[in-house]
Every structure is written in structure tokens, then in C-alpha cells.
């Protein structure tokens, strides 16, 4: 399974449309994680979906995203948990334990998108972390 | 959590009387401590970013803001090393809802009355109409542009971005006034041939003899007159996406021509000798029923399966009436800036007058029922009066009782949403945007009777 965070230093980058870096984290087993970063090669949103498809992510973690941005990484099969903050290793760790609901993960005011509209319809899509 | 420093902190006025003043300005003001925590939030700034104040007090500004340029750009931290204001600068922000807001930011540091550095403000201006004016002259639009909340709309752009990354042709088939000329475009912005030109041909306004050479273009000699080549609409769109609007009105001679153009994706300009290659994606629309058509031998069948690769049918405005407010909302707003007016909506009585009316004109007709109110309303809220004789006549005709309630527009609606919805109540409430217990209880209160 491989999971993405668009990232700014060590931190959920704030705005997914115009992040510059993206961290991959893969995982086998349940103790080795490894972390890839990769730079996003353009801001047009066609080619960032396609350089997520490209890289096989299944799960996508960022920070606030425009609706049009976020309809076509789910069009492409991708599950987004939008509107998070926070830095990198409470997330993946937050993520790893189902606790990414949590109100200090969340956007000041994007409560009901962090584990709203993020999740909402993603039923039996969620990847558990194995 | 730092503590947050009271607004009445910076000057000598009370917090009251400064939250008054600052809640009265239209425009979003913040202001910020030195580490960048909100310190204050008015009203406009809570309008615009969908964040309340008790949500943004104590909150740095950038996870409040969250515009494209709060990581790398920033203008308060600019402002805060150099000193220097920063004014009207045009940036992006997400919403709380998720939509992408042009604004127009200003920053300023703030000093208290001993010159000491308190931190720094932020004013900023929601653009959106302007830049959706913009969008209006450059038609740059994508699918975002589309105001909508009807299920079978939302299903529709859910999909519009895989059809648009597919090279396919598209038939796009819609009453007049439905919006089939935005969905070609945003199909062509979102796609990989934007930054080739988006060519729209109306078949029906240009003559059939005409319509070979503004298709296809013609060589020097090949009619009088023709004293150089003249490049077809075809080569105009050359890698980029050609908009055949109106193909059911297309004499069967042209369809032929068509189909090869199709098939081959080859064709010859007149008097030309040579066949030419093209790269051109093609998006057909029609307000005909085009296999009606084929069953009358008006229309070719074997165009139509070329066209009709991936069709999308877009519903009429009466199919999807819960639209109406946000489309009225959103004309006011357009024509509020374009005539400089400050017209502030519609009473109950007009917007029972536009939700019982049928729009055979669909929203063409509706944008152009607003700009007329907009010629007989100076100020204030649209009423009744502002409203065209014939929409009265339409709903004397259909309710048969003049001066309906707006309960009796309510039942209606309900009682034809959920005819269409098979009388499925939880469907139904997820079309309306209600919960299904808000819409049992509508139905009990409005004495609807189900099946």
C-alpha cells in the first residue's frame, strides 16, 4: 500500500494545489516504512494526478484541496483524506491508527471535511494499514 | 497554544467598539502576533474563508487562510522582514468548502502607540466575480464554473475529468440554454490539447454550401474568387478540440463528408488535391433527439455511432429546480458588478414566481429574466413586479390560482422531486442536499401523501 502526503518541510503542506513536494510511504510489514520524497513536476492538476497514478499511491493525505482537484485524484480511484494539518510522522502515525478524525488534525473550520467529505462515500475503500 | 492578545491591545479604543468597526468593513481583516497566531478575525474575513472567529482566534494565519502562497510567498512575513506594505496583491485560497477563491490581499504592519511592533494586518477582498467576469470574455472556463447541485449534474462531474483526459469524441445533447457550449469547454480545459485552441462551428447558422469550405478550407483558384488558401475551421483547431454545435441540423451531403473526416481523420479542402491529416478532437452537441432522428433517415446512423462515443445528456433547468436559487444568487452577484448595482436578491414572492415556471429557455432564459429585473429594480430586492408578464401567465396556467404560496410551490416541488425519484425518500434527500428526517418532516408538515 502506498500512501502519499503532500508535505512542506516536515509539516502537511497547507494548500495540496499548489504543494511542491510530495512523501511517499510504503510499507510490507507492519515496522518497516519507507519514505520516498518526490517533488511534484507541475502545478497543472491533470499532470499531479497523473504523477500520483503514476507512482501507484493509493491513499492521498494533504492539506486544504480545491474540489476540483480532489474530484479528479477520486476519479482516478485514489482515496484523499483532504483539509489535514500536522506534522508528518503524527500523521502517518495518526493514519496508521485510525485517528486521523482527531480535531487537532484537522484545518481551523474543516472539521466536517477532514473526516466529512473526505471519508464520506469511501466506505469499504479505506485501506487499512497492514 | 499561545494566548491570544486582545484587538483593544493595539490601540486605545475598547474591544467592542474595535470588533464593531472591524465587523462593519466589507472587506476580510485579520490581524497577527508575532509568530503569526490570529490575534483578531472580522466578519467579512469568516464570510470569505468559512472559518468562524472562535475557530481562528490563536490559529496561525496560514491554516486559516490557506492561500496557495502562505509557504513560500508570504506577504505578511514579507511585510514583517522589510516593513513594507503589500497592496492588492491577487492570490488563491481554499475555502472551508473547498472551493478555489481568487482574493485580492493588502498587508500593513501594526504598530501600537509607542511605535513598538505588535505584529502585522492582512485585508483581503473576495475577486470571484470579477475573475468569473474575466472568465466570461476569455471563456476560460472548467468545470468548476458550473453551478450545480442536482444529482444527475454532480454525477456528471464526476466524470467529466476522465472524459476529458480520453481523446473521444463526445455528443453532448441538451435543450437550448443548457450550458452544452460550457461543458464542451471545460472538456477541452481539461485536457491535455488546453493549450491548443478550442474552435466552436454553429452548423446551423452557416448556409450547407458554405459550411464545406468553413469546415475544411479551400485552396487558391478553386471558385472565383478564391485568390489564396484559406485554412478551414479544422486546421484552426489543429491539436486542439473542434465544437460542432447543432450537428443534428447538418444536410445528409455534409454528414457523408463528416463521417470520412471521422473515419479517416483525413479530409481534403476544396479545389485541394491532397488529403490532410488531422489531429482534432471532436465535441458535437444537438438539442434534437439524433436516434429519432435516424429512425426519420434524417440523420445518418453510422454518423451517429461515430459521434456518440461517449454521450452526455444535460437535463433541462425544470428537471432541476433546486439549481434555480444558486443560479439566481449567482446572476445577481454578475450583474450587481457589471452595472454597478447593489441589488441585494429576490423577495418570496418572486422566487415562488421562478421556481414554479417551466424555463423552456432553460438558464439562457432565467440569466435573462434577472438582467431584466435588474433594468426595473434600482435598489434594494427584486419583487413580483420586477418579474415578465409571461412568467405569471405560465404559473395562472399551471397552479390555476393566482398568487401561490410559497407552501404550495414547496409541495410541488417535493411532490415532483419525488415522482422522479421513484418516491424514494432517502434518495430524494440526498438530491434536495436534506437530511431524510428533515424531508420526512417536510412531507408531514406539507400533508404529502406517498404511495
Known amino acids: ?130 | 497554544m499561545k494566548s491570544i492578545r486582545p484587538i483593544n491591545s493595539f490601540s486605545g479604543n475598547s474591544g467592542s467598539d474595535q470588533n464593531i468597526i472591524l465587523d462593519s468593513i466589507a472587506d476580510g481583516v485579520f490581524t497577527v502576533d508575532k509568530d503569526w497566531r490570529i490575534t483578531s478575525f472580522n466578519r467579512a474575513a469568516e464570510k470569505i474563508t468559512g472559518v468562524s472567529r472562535n475557530e481562528a482566534l490563536g490559529q496561525l494565519c496560514k491554516d486559516v487562510l490557506k492561500a496557495d502562497i502562505c509557504e513560500r510567498n508570504c506577504c505578511l512575513r514579507s511585510t514583517m522582514k522589510t516593513g513594507e506594505q503589500i497592496i492588492n496583491k491577487k492570490v488563491y485560497i481554499i475555502n472551508a468548502e473547498g472551493r478555489k477563491l481568487p482574493i485580492s490581499i493588502s498587508t500593513a504592519l501594526l504598530r501600537n502607540k509607542n511605535g513598538k511592533l505588535l505584529g502585522a494586518v492582512e485585508t483581503f477582498r473576495d475577486i470571484s466575480i470579477e475573475e468569473d467576469l474575466r472568465k466570461v470574455i476569455s471563456q476560460k472556463y472548467n468545470f468548476a464554473d458550473i453551478i450545480s447541485k442536482n444529482h444527475k449534474m454532480l454525477q456528471l462531474f464526476d466524470m467529466i475529468p476522465d472524459i476529458a483526459a480520453g481523446g473521444s469524441t463526445v455528443l453532448i445533447e441538451g435543450e437550448s440554454g443548457t450550458g452544452k457550449e460550457l461543458i464542451a469547454r471545460a472538456l477541452h480545459n481539461l485536457s491535455s490539447r488546453k493549450k491548443f485552441p478550442f474552435v466552436a462551428v454553429n452548423c446551423s447558422a452557416i448556409p450547407d454550401t458554405l459550411l464545406e469550405s468553413e469546415l475544411f478550407g479551400y485552396k487558391a483558384g478553386a471558385f472565383t474568387d478564391a485568390k489564396k488558401d484559406k485554412p478551414g475551421r479544422f486546421k484552426m483547431a489543429e491539436n486542439g478540440t473542434l465544437f460542432l454545435d447543432e450537428i443534428g441540423e447538418v444536410t445528409p451531403s455534409m454528414q457523408v463528408k463528416l463521417l470520412r473526416v471521422l473515419q479517416e481523420k483525413t479530409y481534403e479542402p476544396l479545389g485541394g488535391t491532397q488529403s490532410i491529416q488531422h489531429n482534432v478532437r471532436i465535441i458535437a452537441a444537438t438539442n434534437k433527439n439524433l436516434e429519432e432522428m435516424v429512425k426519420q433517415e434524417r440523420f445518418r446512423e453510422d454518423l451517429l455511432y461515430r459521434i456518440n462515443v461517449f454521450k452526455i445528456i444535460l437535463p433541462p433547468l425544470r428537471e432541476r429546480m433546486e439549481d434555480i436559487p444558486l443560479l439566481i444568487d449567482h446572476y445577481v452577484n454578475r450583474f450587481n458588478t457589471l452595472q454597478k448595482k447593489n441589488i441585494e436578491g429576490i423577495d418570496e414572492g418572486a422566487m415562488s414566481v421562478l421556481m414554479s415556471y417551466q424555463y423552456p429557455g432553460n438558464v439562457r432564459e432565467l440569466a435573462n429574466i434577472i438582467e431584466r429585473a435588474f433594468i426595473l429594480c434600482k435598489t434594494g430586492i427584486i419583487e413580483k413586479k420586477h418579474l415578465p408578464e409571461n412568467l405569471f401567465a405560465s404559473q395562472t396556467k399551471e397552479s390555476n390560482a393566482e398568487g401561490e404560496s410559497l407552501r404550495d410551490v414547496e409541495y410541488k416541488y417535493l411532490l415532483n422531486i419525488l415522482k422522479q425519484n421513484n418516491w424514494n425518500c432517502p434518495r430524494t434527500a440526498r438530491e434536495l442536499g436534506i437530511h431524510k428526517s428533515t424531508l420526512y418532516r417536510k412531507i408531514k408538515s406539507l400533508g404529502l401523501q406517498l404511495p
Open chain 1, 1 to 130: 500500500m502506498r500512501l502519499a502526503l503532500s508535505v512542506f518541510k516536515n509539516c502537511i503542506s497547507t494548500v495540496f494545489d499548489s504543494a511542491d513536494q510530495l512523501l511517499i510511504v510504503e510499507t510490507d510489514e507492519v515496522t518497516n516504512l519507507k519514505k520516498i520524497p518526490l517533488k511534484f513536476v507541475s502545478a497543472d492538476p491533470l499532470e499531479r494526478v497523473a504523477q500520483l497514478k503514476d507512482n501507484d499511491i493509493d491513499v492521498l493525505i494533504c492539506g486544504a484541496i480545491s474540489r476540483q482537484m480532489q474530484a479528479l485524484i477520486t476519479s482516478q480511484g485514489i482515496v484523499v483524506h483532504p483539509f489535514i494539518r500536522g506534522e508528518v510522522d503524527s500523521i502517518v502515525s495518526a493514519y496508521k491508527n485510525n485517528q486521523l478524525e482527531q480535531a487537532i488534525f484537522s484545518l481551523p473550520g474543516c472539521r466536517r471535511h477532514g473526516m466529512g467529505a473526505g471519508f464520506r462515500g469511501q466506505r469499504g475503500k479505506r485501506y487499512r494499514w497492514r
